[in-house]
Protein backbone atom coordinates (compact mmCIF):
# COMPACT_ATOMS: atom_id res chain seq x y z
CA UNK A 1 0.00 0.00 0.00
CA UNK A 2 1.41 3.44 -1.05
CA UNK A 3 1.90 5.78 2.11
CA UNK A 4 2.89 9.30 1.90
CA UNK A 5 3.71 11.56 4.97
CA UNK A 6 4.93 15.19 4.47
CA UNK A 7 7.52 17.53 7.02
CA UNK A 8 9.06 20.22 6.74
CA UNK A 9 6.33 22.78 7.31
CA UNK A 10 6.67 25.54 9.43
CA UNK A 11 7.17 29.34 9.71
CA UNK A 12 8.69 31.92 8.22
CA UNK A 13 8.39 35.54 7.37
CA UNK A 14 8.38 36.75 3.44
CA UNK A 15 11.23 35.90 1.77
CA UNK A 16 12.67 32.90 4.02
CA UNK A 17 12.95 29.38 2.45
CA UNK A 18 11.49 26.14 3.97
CA UNK A 19 12.49 22.56 2.16
CA UNK A 20 9.42 20.35 2.42
CA UNK A 21 10.09 16.32 2.12
CA UNK A 22 8.18 13.62 1.79
CA UNK A 23 8.46 10.13 2.71
CA UNK A 24 7.00 7.60 -0.39
CA UNK A 25 6.64 4.11 0.78
CA UNK A 26 5.52 1.26 -2.04
CA UNK A 27 6.29 4.01 -4.92
CA UNK A 28 8.06 2.72 -8.07
CA UNK A 29 9.45 6.08 -8.87
CA UNK A 30 9.91 4.88 -12.51
CA UNK A 31 6.50 4.70 -13.29
CA UNK A 32 4.49 6.38 -10.97
CA UNK A 33 3.94 10.23 -10.83
CA UNK A 34 4.48 12.14 -7.71
CA UNK A 35 3.83 15.82 -6.72
CA UNK A 36 3.44 18.73 -4.53
CA UNK A 37 -0.34 19.91 -4.19
CA UNK A 38 -1.07 23.15 -2.34
CA UNK A 39 -4.94 24.56 -0.39
CA UNK A 40 -4.95 27.77 1.36
CA UNK A 41 -7.99 29.14 3.35
CA UNK A 42 -10.77 29.31 1.87
CA UNK A 43 -9.29 28.44 -1.66
CA UNK A 44 -8.89 25.18 -4.05
CA UNK A 45 -6.46 22.62 -3.71
CA UNK A 46 -3.56 23.43 -6.65
CA UNK A 47 -1.44 21.52 -8.56
CA UNK A 48 2.47 23.11 -7.74
CA UNK A 49 4.68 20.61 -9.36
CA UNK A 50 5.20 16.98 -9.75
CA UNK A 51 7.95 14.23 -11.53
CA UNK A 52 6.82 12.23 -13.73
CA UNK A 53 9.70 9.67 -15.18
CA UNK A 54 12.32 12.21 -16.05
CA UNK A 55 9.76 14.47 -16.89
CA UNK A 56 9.53 17.82 -14.14
CA UNK A 57 6.44 20.79 -14.23
CA UNK A 58 5.57 22.70 -12.57
CA UNK A 59 2.09 23.94 -12.80
CA UNK A 60 1.46 27.10 -10.91
CA UNK A 61 3.16 29.95 -12.58
CA UNK A 62 3.55 31.77 -9.10
CA UNK A 63 6.56 29.32 -7.95
CA UNK A 64 8.32 28.94 -11.20
CA UNK A 65 12.08 30.21 -10.12
CA UNK A 66 11.35 30.09 -6.79
CA UNK A 67 10.09 26.46 -6.24
CA UNK A 68 12.29 23.50 -6.83
CA UNK A 69 10.74 20.19 -6.93
CA UNK A 70 13.24 16.86 -6.39
CA UNK A 71 13.57 13.79 -5.23
CA UNK A 72 16.01 10.82 -3.96
CA UNK A 73 14.91 7.66 -5.27
CA UNK A 74 17.44 5.96 -3.65
CA UNK A 75 15.84 6.95 -0.09
CA UNK A 76 12.44 7.31 -1.88
CA UNK A 77 11.91 11.02 -0.70
CA UNK A 78 10.35 13.79 -2.78
CA UNK A 79 11.26 17.42 -1.77
CA UNK A 80 9.85 21.03 -2.22
CA UNK A 81 12.53 23.10 -1.81
CA UNK A 82 10.90 26.97 -1.61
CA UNK A 83 12.99 29.81 -1.98
CA UNK A 84 11.78 33.66 -1.60
CA UNK A 85 8.33 32.86 -0.14
CA UNK A 86 6.22 35.14 0.08
CA UNK A 87 2.54 35.23 2.27
CA UNK A 88 0.59 33.77 -0.75
CA UNK A 89 2.80 30.92 -0.70
CA UNK A 90 1.01 30.04 2.75
CA UNK A 91 -1.43 27.01 2.52
CA UNK A 92 -1.30 23.40 3.22
CA UNK A 93 0.76 21.42 1.13
CA UNK A 94 0.21 17.62 0.23
CA UNK A 95 2.53 15.18 -1.22
CA UNK A 96 0.34 12.86 -4.06
CA UNK A 97 1.60 9.76 -6.09
CA UNK A 98 0.19 7.79 -9.01
CA UNK A 99 -1.97 9.83 -11.44
CA UNK A 100 -4.67 8.37 -12.36
CA UNK A 101 -5.28 10.00 -15.69
CA UNK A 102 -8.19 12.70 -16.42
CA UNK A 103 -7.10 16.32 -16.66
CA UNK A 104 -3.61 16.12 -16.27
CA UNK A 105 -1.34 15.75 -13.12
CA UNK A 106 -1.78 19.10 -12.43
CA UNK A 107 -5.25 19.06 -11.70
CA UNK A 108 -6.06 18.65 -7.69
CA UNK A 109 -8.60 15.43 -8.02
CA UNK A 110 -5.93 13.41 -10.68
CA UNK A 111 -3.70 11.38 -8.23
CA UNK A 112 -4.81 8.20 -6.38
CA UNK A 113 -2.73 8.58 -3.10
CA UNK A 114 -2.20 11.79 -0.85
CA UNK A 115 -0.39 12.48 2.33
CA UNK A 116 -1.70 14.28 5.26
CA UNK A 117 -0.47 17.71 4.30
CA UNK A 118 2.45 19.98 6.13
CA UNK A 119 1.32 23.36 7.08
CA UNK A 120 3.20 26.40 5.41
CA UNK A 121 2.89 29.74 7.33
CA UNK A 122 4.79 32.96 5.17
CA UNK A 123 3.85 35.90 7.87
CA UNK A 124 4.71 39.29 5.69
Known amino acids: QVQLMESGGGSTQAGGSLRLSCAAS????????IGWFRQAPGKEREGVAY???????YCADSVKGRFTISRDIEKSILYLQMNSLKPEDTAMYYC??????????????????WGQGTQVTVSS
Open 96 to 113: AAFYRGGKGPCASDSFEY
Open 51 to 57: ISGDNIR
Open 26 to 33: NVNHKTTS
